[in-house]
T-cell receptor, first 113, second 118 residues
Framework: GAGVSQSPSNKVTEKGKDVELRCDPI?????LYWYRQSLGQGLEFLIY????????KSGLPSDRFSAERTGGSVSTLTIQRTQQEDSAVYLC???????????FGPGTRLLVL | DQQVKQNSPSLSVQEGRISILNCDYT??????FLWYKKYPAEGPTFLIS?????DKNEDGRFTVFLNKSAKHLSLHIVPSQPGDSAVYFC?????????????????FGQGTILTVHP
């Protein structure tokens, strides 16, 4: 079946602009996560959605970052007033109920000039 | 505060030999551990996992060992193949449950670059 998909695959933007990154999880997966990997770093948790529960936003680095998940499926991560330090690969993962394994999408490579 | 550590940034192994990748953790609330493989320009791919109630899990050429008292796990690849060359991430989760499953947030190590030479 189809895996997690993300768009765009690459995004180059200018400092100060807003960007939106999209994630389509695997059908039936109720849990959805956003992570990011900065250059030379491991993966860093950003935000977690589980069904209709309030999301866990504890990993968001600043209030410029926000995310939503519409209809329990597609999620959008928005970064406002981008900064150069926001340059990273943004990864989305989803998980089916009662399972531990998260399945990752290919990521969006964001470069802020 | 790095709760999951992979102290070897890189590992080089000859084809056919064993690759051993190591991972240490500090948070005693972690109760489920996973290994992911990542190729350049791709997302991480799930490889193998282990629950804290076990000390070994095997899947084909891949075996993960867990030593809870030492807070250490390792991934063994036998025999290693050139196609195994990738970045390997150790990840851990636990410390909370909702609806019968763990909270699910993964904490990752920094990764180890494995190179298998023909």
């Amino acid at each position: 079946g189809a895996g997690v998909s993300q768009s765009p695959s690459n995004k180059v933007t200018e400092k100060g602009k807003d960007v939106e990154l999209r994630c389509d999880p695997i059908s039936g997966h109720t849990a959805l996560y956003w992570y990011r990997q900065s250059l030379g770093q491991g993966l860093e948790f950003l935000i977690y959605f589980q069904g209709n529960s309030a999301p866990d936003k504890s990993g968001l680095p600043s209030d410029r970052f926000s995310a939503e998940r519409t209809g329990g499926s597609v999620s959008t991560l928005t970064i406002q007033r981008t900064q150069q330090e926001d340059s990273a690969v943004y990864l989305c993962a989803s998980r089916e109920p009662l399972q531990e394994t998260q399945y990752f999408g290919p990521g969006t490579r964001l470069l802020v000039l | 505060d790095q709760q999951v550590k992979q102290n070897s940034p890189s590992l080089s192994v000859q084809e056919g030999r064993i690759s051993i990748l190591n991972c240490d953790y500090t948070n005693s609330m972690f109760d489920y551990f996973l290994w992911y493989k990542k190729y350049p320009a791709e997302g991480p791919t799930f490889l193998i996992s282990i629950s804290s109630i076990k000390d070994k899990n095997e899947d084909g050429r891949f075996t993960v060992f867990l030593n809870k008292s030492a807070k250490h796990l390792s991934l063994h690849i036998v025999p290693s193949q050139p196609g195994d060359s990738a970045v390997y991430f150790c990840a851990a989760t636990g410390g909370g449950f909702a609806g019968g499953t763990s909270y699910g947030k993964l904490t990752f190590g920094q990764g180890t670059i494995l190179t298998v030479h023909p």
